[in-house]
């Protein structure tokens, strides 16, 4: 009988250290909302460039502000820019540059690739850009709509390109300030 009830003593004990250790590690449980989870997301000691969010593309908010301070172009200014020497840098996936671009366009995707479960960032993009282009040449920046080209532009002023503009609304304002049918990729 000595022996039996110190063995559930023993299991008891050992249970109750289990519970204290799992408890002591794990998040306060008070607190689960949303509001909770971001404030502790945001708080935690955290690398947000290797957070999931940042490998998605998305933005924080403290660099939104700085996305929409970019220097921009409007559409309906970029035939005239590219004819006074501006070069227009078209940062879509290769695909979608093949399909239709504006005369003259020099393309190097910001992203690898786009898939419903994210976005791949292209490492060697700066790289690519600056041995095409000089770092005091005027560039023209745009994409589709607008947004990637504003993160490619905040890249390239941060890597000491001095001239280099947002097309703000990307290749659809251009298309729609022209008024003109997209120009198929000639050979």
Same mark, same amino acid.
């Given at each position: 009988?000595?022996?039996?009830?110190?063995?559930?003593?023993?299991?008891?004990?050992?249970?109750?250290?289990?519970?204290?250790?799992?408890?002591?590690?794990?998040?306060?449980?008070?607190?689960?909302?949303?509001?909770?989870?971001?404030?502790?997301?945001?708080?935690?000691?955290?690398?947000?460039?290797?957070?999931?969010?940042?490998?998605?593309?998305?933005?924080?908010?403290?660099?939104?502000?700085?996305?929409?301070? =970019?220097?921009?172009?409007?559409?309906?200014? !970029? &035939?005239? $820019?590219?004819?006074?020497?501006?070069?227009? #840098?078209?940062?879509?996936?290769?695909?979608?540059?093949?399909?239709?671009?504006?005369?003259?366009?020099?393309?190097?995707?910001?992203?690898?690739?786009?898939?419903?479960?994210?976005?791949?960032?292209?490492?060697?993009?700066?790289?690519?850009?600056?041995?095409?282009?000089?770092?005091?040449?005027?560039?023209?920046?745009?994409?589709?709509?607008?947004?990637?080209?504003?993160?490619?532009?905040?890249? =390239?002023?941060?890597?000491?390109?001095?001239? !280099? &503009?947002? $097309?703000?609304?990307?290749?659809?304002?251009? #298309?729609?300030?022209?008024?003109?049918?997209?120009?198929?990729?000639?050979?």
């Amino acid at each position: 009988m000595v022996g039996h009830e110190y063995a559930q003593d023993r299991a008891h004990e050992l249970s109750q250290r289990w519970f204290l250790l799992y408890r002591s590690h794990s998040r306060p449980r008070q607190r689960v909302g949303l509001r909770y989870r971001l404030r502790w997301w945001k708080s935690s000691n955290r690398d947000t460039t290797s957070s999931p969010m940042a490998s998605a593309g998305l933005v924080q908010i403290s660099d939104k502000k700085e996305l929409e301070a =970019l220097p921009t172009v409007d559409g309906g200014e !970029v &035939r005239e $820019l590219m004819s006074s020497g501006h070069h227009y #840098l078209d940062v879509r996936l290769g695909k979608d540059f093949d399909k239709a671009h504006a005369d003259g366009a020099r393309n190097i995707s910001y992203y690898l690739s786009v898939t419903p479960s994210g976005k791949e960032k292209n490492p060697h993009f700066v790289d690519e850009v600056a041995e095409i282009f000089g770092k005091d040449e005027h560039l023209i920046v745009g994409c589709n709509t607008g947004f990637r080209s504003r993160l490619a532009t905040k890249d =390239l002023l941060d890597a000491g390109f001095k001239n !280099v &503009r947002n $097309l703000k609304g990307g290749y659809q304002s251009f #298309l729609q300030s022209e008024n003109q049918q997209p120009a198929a990729h000639q050979q």
